[in-house]
């Protein structure tokens, strides 16, 4: 099959393969992964010390999502897989179960070094990422809103106006929005932020 690691002498933190149901990225990969492309992968790989990261030197892809750079690899023609997924694949020689991604320690999404590598699920990679402050979640309530029509000012005088009969309709012509907006800011369902 292959070799792993390229070069002896580094200490790897043993894992247990886990072994899942369905379509495996490593099924698709395994028949393909010789000592040629083994040794084709390692190459593109700036190895250091088994405590740093070791970065992918080769070619990028784009996550959609958040946008981080991850290593992208070309095992032949036609399968193209993230350079932290060969690498998991290689040091543990098992496959990816369904359900489950390779998440990283160091969060570099460069980083190969299978030592910074862990199998987990997306809420895993997820929590993780919270617990680190890496999720940047914006706050978009309120005023911060981009479609947002009124001010924090405004919802106050919307809340605190004097009852009477018509004061929805009022209100609503007054500040620009419609009086279903306005029933919901004074029983609290919307801008309930707001003091």
């Not at 010789?34 to 190895?47: E, G, H, L, P, Y």
């Amino acid at each position: 099959m292959y070799n792993f690691p390229p070069t002896s002498g580094f200490p790897f933190a043993s894992k247990n393969c886990i072994r899942g149901e369905g379509v495996k990225i490593a099924m698709i990969v395994l028949p393909y992964l010789t000592d040629k492309v083994a040794n084709r992968f390692w190459s593109k790989v700036q190895i250091a010390p088994p405590n740093e990261c070791w970065e992918w030197m080769a070619g990028l892809k784009d996550n959609r999502v958040f946008r981080n750079r991850y290593g992208a690899f070309r095992v032949n023609s036609h399968i193209n897989i993230r350079s932290h997924q060969v690498a998991y694949i290689f040091a543990n020689q098992c496959d990816i179960p369904d359900g489950m991604v390779v998440c990283h320690t160091c969060d570099n999404p460069k980083c190969c070094n299978p030592s910074h590598l862990w199998l987990g699920t997306n809420t895993d990679n997820m929590r993780d990422a919270a617990l680190k402050s890496r999720l940047k979640i914006p706050n978009n309530s309120g005023e911060k809103h981009g479609m947002s029509m009124l001010l924090e000012d405004d919802v106050r005088k919307i809340k605190f106006a004097p009852q009477y009969w018509g004061i929805g309709r009022d209100l609503a012509l007054r500040f620009g929005v419609s009086p279903q907006t306005v029933a919901m800011i004074r029983s609290g369902k919307r801008w309930s932020h707001v003091i």
